[in-house]
């Protein structure tokens, strides 16, 4: 058989991975303890190996590579060369030129065409022990690629673009095969079981059944308890390590202090935590910010630091921690902590028409800011700063994997960032309420408290409501304001939801339970909706959007002084408003979230009867309807409305599952201009035709 190397390239990409950890981890071990002769044996061992390896498969790029910093290595190991900083930058960038080279590979099955030849001439230089610079290669690295640019991002997103294949331990493919195997019998136990049941059923001389719907409901129990269970384990198998990330940060941190001119000791134990990919590529983001914000802003230099009594080399820590379906992630140094002063002075800067506001907020309160888009306390923009971003990235990148930041600080102590973050992103746990006849979820991780006795805490200051909830106000709001279904009469139960150290309380209708669901993502035409996050299904199979809680707060902290009528009514160009006859609450908030996002108004009927009570109150330009609802259908609907002298010519689009020939032209003599059958719905096309039929009045 004759060889092809094509069958050995991703194992030599994965190996040759795992050789550039251990050789920066070495690194970071040398850099703590200078000359250690073992340490220097096991990173020429590495770096022989790679070597060997890439001349076998004849990818000459990667063998020159590790043969020149090999080289190195080797004077350091005779004594003829120093191990300074700038072989430490030198080592990383030539452990990531590899790192990209075998990212070629994977796609191209190639090392062809790849330039090395200044890391070549930079190597060389070192070996001599004449002077080097890096800054062709570290321009090389980052074309077109800045700290804090979208292309970052990309980059990163990238880098677990190119995993196509995860190893699997046996043990685990033999879990789920007997999974699917203890299924299977439950499976024809209950079939069994059913036409045991159907027999008595059709025979009447035997006694009434009492014991058969017992043993049903338990066998269906645990049928159902075994489906969630192998579910899990697949879910499990696309699940990557943590140390994934966390590892590469070592050499991150120490390379980013040598830049400028900081000693910093890193603390970031190996874990054996499996997260989803989705998450692990904003994960990465995040904390890569938070590591350089405390290289740049938290640990002062070593001279202060000894003046205030502290060790010289500062401390950068990353702990993870998995809590049940969760993984808390804390980042932590002992730097300055937090510079509330240095916030405020920029916030009202930024924010000038909120100065009473700003000034009266706590110095935990002011944390809110540290996240706002643009928002830097840094006095000049720098690689390491971010171009005066701030950590607006973090918070988008945790928004996207539905995590929550705690910020803790200590003046002169230091500062902890507390990540807490979903395994994955296929499940969530939530809460399901009603605000009227509409069913939505809320995700648990942004759930603080529910309150059921509400009358005695209910406060109203200058046309805002509050709850007292431990000996302070949170902004009271109705989900029935926000989402504009069947407004709330009395105030029952009330949700206190957090995100960034922000709490608002929601009124809901009613509280039905906590669930442990599937997230489906949503479809094309809501995927610009920022109020909902995704869908589920209930036990009745049908869809229930979740509400996104992030974007839900901003519009809140947006309207904060306002009531939600008052603010669509006034110091407000009136724009057009549909009347929506819908009798599904989903149906009705979609459409509702389609209309609001281009700019109309609207008003939502569940029936005719109350869009005919809807057009006695205010004016409608346009009306979009089902045809078949509760009490009052479509077709006595536009009877009536025919009759109203005022709305006579007023323009109707259907928007129903029923519509055929007959049906379309009976609604002709009631001014139904256009007829979308719900089976081809398209955003884009419901829009058009509105806006066309409103252009035209």
């Given amino acids: 058989m004759a ?12 190996e040759t991975r795992e050789h550039l950890t251990a050789i920066n981890n070495c690194v970071i071990s040398l850099k703590e303890k200078s000359k250690d002769e073992q340490t220097i044996t096991e990173i020429l061992r590495h770096l022989h190996t790679i070597k060997g390896s890439a001349r076998m498969l004849d ?19 005779d004594d003829s060369l120093k191990l300074t900083n700038n072989i430490i930058l030198l080592t990383h960038e030539v452990t990531k030129k590899i790192d990209k080279i075998a990212d070629h590979i994977i796609e191209e099955r190639n090392d062809e065409n790849i330039d090395i030849s200044e890391y070549l001439t930079v190597c060389k230089q070192a070996t001599e022990g004449f002077f080097f610079s890096l800054e062709s290669l570290q321009g090389e690295a980052s074309e077109g690629l800045s700290f804090g640019d979208e292309n970052e991002e990309l980059d990163i997103k990238n880098s677990f673009d190119s995993i196509s294949s995860i190893r699997i331990d046996i043990s685990k493919i033999n879990q789920i095969i007997q999974s699917f195997d203890d299924l299977i019998i439950k ?7 059913i036409e045991n049941l159907e027999k008595r059923i059709a025979d009447d001389t035997k006694p009434p059944l009492k014991e058969l719907p017992r043993q049903l409901k338990e066998d269906l129990s645990i049928a159902e308890n075994a489906v969630f269970e192998s579910q899990h384990e697949l879910f499990e198998l696309r699940m990557l390590p943590l140390d994934m990330i966390l590892t590469p940060l070592k050499n991150e941190i120490l390379t980013d202090a040598i830049k400028v001119n900081k000693e910093i000791k890193i ?10 990919k989705i998450i692990l590529e904003q994960l990465r983001i995040v904390l890569l910010h938070l590591i350089r914000n405390s290289i740049d802003h938290g640990i002062e230099d070593a001279e202060t630091r000894e003046k205030a009594g502290k060790t010289k080399e500062g401390l ?14 804390t980042v932590k140094d002992d730097g300055q902590g937090i510079q509330y002063s240095k916030i405020r002075e920029k916030a009202l800067k930024l924010f000038t028409g909120k100065k009473s506001e700003i000034d009266a907020l706590s110095d935990k309160d002011l944390q809110q800011y540290i996240f706002a888009a643009g928002f830097s306390t840094a006095s000049e923009t720098t690689h390491m700063s971010g171009r005066g971003m701030g950590l607006d990235i973090v918070r988008n990148s945790m928004e996207k994997i539905k995590g929550k930041i705690k910020i803790n600080s200590e003046q002169g102590k230091g500062t902890s960032f507390e990540l807490t973050i979903p395994l994955t992103l296929a499940t969530q746990r939530g809460l399901f309420v009603y605000t009227g006849s509409t069913k939505v979820m809320i995700p648990s991780h942004y759930l603080q408290k529910i309150i059921t006795a509400v009358n005695d805490r209910i406060i109203t200051i200058q046309n805002q409501t509050y709850i007292s909830n431990n000996n302070k106000l949170i902004p009271l709001y109705y ?3 926000i989402l504009e279904t069947e407004k709330t009469k009395n105030i029952n139960s009330v949700i206190i939801i957090e995100y960034l150290e922000t709490q608002i309380a929601l009124v809901v209708d009613s509280i039905q339970q906590h669930e442990n669901v599937i997230i489906t993502p949503l479809p094309k035409i809501l995927k610009e909706v920022k109020s909902l ?9 049908s869809i229930i959007p979740i509400l996104d809680i992030p974007s839900l707060m901003q519009k809140m902290h947006e309207l904060v002084v306002y009531d939600v009528k008052k603010y669509q009514t006034k110091n407000r160009k009136r724009s057009q408003r549909i009347l929506i006859v819908e009798d599904s609450p989903t149906t009705r908030m979609i459409e509702q979230t389609i209309f609001e996002n281009s700019g109309y108004q609207t008003a939502l009927a569940s029936d005719g009867i109350e869009a005919l009570d809807i057009l006695k109150e205010m004016h409608i330009d346009a009306i979009v309807m089902d045809i078949q609802m509760p009490r009052m259908d479509g077709k006595t609907f536009l009877k009536n409305l025919h009759r109203m002298e005022e709305y006579a010519e007023l323009p109707v689009v259907i928007l129903s599952s029923a519509i055929d020939v007959n049906l379309k032209q009976e609604m002709i003599a009631y001014n139904v201009s256009t007829f979308i059958a719900k089976s081809d719905f398209e955003r884009g096309a419901l829009l058009s035709a509105v806006k066309e039929i409103l252009d035209d009045k």
Avoid: R
């Fill in 316 to 329: 950068i820590s990353v702990h993870a921690v998995q809590l049940s379906s969760k993984i808390l992630i």
């Fill in 267 to 276: 603390d970031i134990p190996q874990t054996s935590i499996m997260m989803d």
């Fill in 479 to 481: 989900l029935s304001s």
């Fill in 3 to 14: 060889f092809s190397k094509e069958m050995f390239i991703d194992s030599f990409v994965e």
């Fill in 187 to 193: 499976q024809f136990k209950l079939k069994h079981q």
């Fill in 533 to 541: 996050q995704g869908v589920v299904y209930d036990e009745n199979y």
């Fill in 59 to 77: 990818f000459k790029s990667i063998e020159n590579l590790s043969h020149s910093i090999e080289d190195v290595y080797k004077s350091i190991n």
